[in-house]
């Protein structure tokens, strides 16, 4: 499988990561930053990014990468719709249609991670995006 691949996720401290090639969009749990490893996670900088969302991982991942830490998969021309909810005073959310798979749901804490994971939408599949 060719192409580039491009993703952003929440943060550097845990959460989840959303990464799209030219075939397929993945959605990943952050294998860095599990909180069931026995080296724990640094508090100040948990709270700063949990917080503030000061960070967001765009460093490129392998094929095998996202298809071993995938939590959900779907190949591009089965998506339906995409939808984004900024977070605002709540999170917002990245919701994903696909003819196979039931509805899948992201929530997004922050604004940084809103941003980059918007611009991934609109490059990926800007006719089936829709915004709240």
Known sequence: ??????????????????????KRLFVIQNPDHDLTKVQGVQFGAFMMDELFGTTV?????????LERNKIFETDRNEITALTLKKPVLLSGYLTINSGKAPV?????????????????MRTFSPELLHQE
């Open 57 to 65: 991982d765009i460093r490129p991942k392998t094929i095998q990468e």
């Open 104 to 120: 899948f749901r992201v929530y997004i804490d922050h604004k940084k991670a809103y941003q980059h994971i918007e611009q991934l």
């Open 1 to 22: 499988m060719g192409g580039a691949i491009a993703g952003a996720l929440g943060s550097t401290t845990g959460g989840y990561g959303v990464y799209i090639t030219d």
